[in-house]
């Protein structure tokens, strides 16, 4: 089992940077592709980026340019940062880790950009 806890959300003016972070403990060995997903009020979940073992990255089409995810396999961490927020940014993110168990989610971080 892998234990996902996001950090490092709140209220942010439009315009500013952000860096959010996604600590995994737990039977960290099994973690493969990451991820990050954000859900806007009264919208559904949807993929913000992922990132695999080997540092490849996917971003959804309507994440490109703003959003860059990272991870520290050593650190077994996982990052996204986001410049220039906006305030469509508003949401709940959540990280997601792929193991051999199956998905695992961690709880979510609330962002709210202010204009």
């Known amino acids: 089992q892998v234990h996902l806890v996001e950090s490092g959300g709140g209220i942010v003016q439009a315009g500013g940077s952000l860096r959010l972070s996604c600590a995994a403990s737990?039977?960290?060995?099994?973690?493969?592709?990451m991820a990050w997903y954000r859900q806007a009020p009264g919208e559904e979940r949807d993929m913000v980026a992922e990132?695999?073992?080997?540092?490849?990255?996917t971003y959804a089409d309507s994440m490109k340019g703003r959003f860059t995810i990272s991870r520290d396999n050593a650190a077994n961490m996982v990052y996204l940062h986001i410049n220039p927020l906006k305030p469509e940014d508003t949401a709940v993110y959540f990280c997601?880790?792929?193991?051999?168990?199956?998905?695992?989610w961690g709880e979510g971080i609330q962002v709210t950009v202010s204009s």
């Open positions: 997601l880790g792929h193991t051999a168990l199956g998905p695992s």
């Open positions: 737990g039977s960290v060995y099994s973690l493969g592709t």
């Open positions: 990132i695999s073992p080997g540092g490849s990255t």
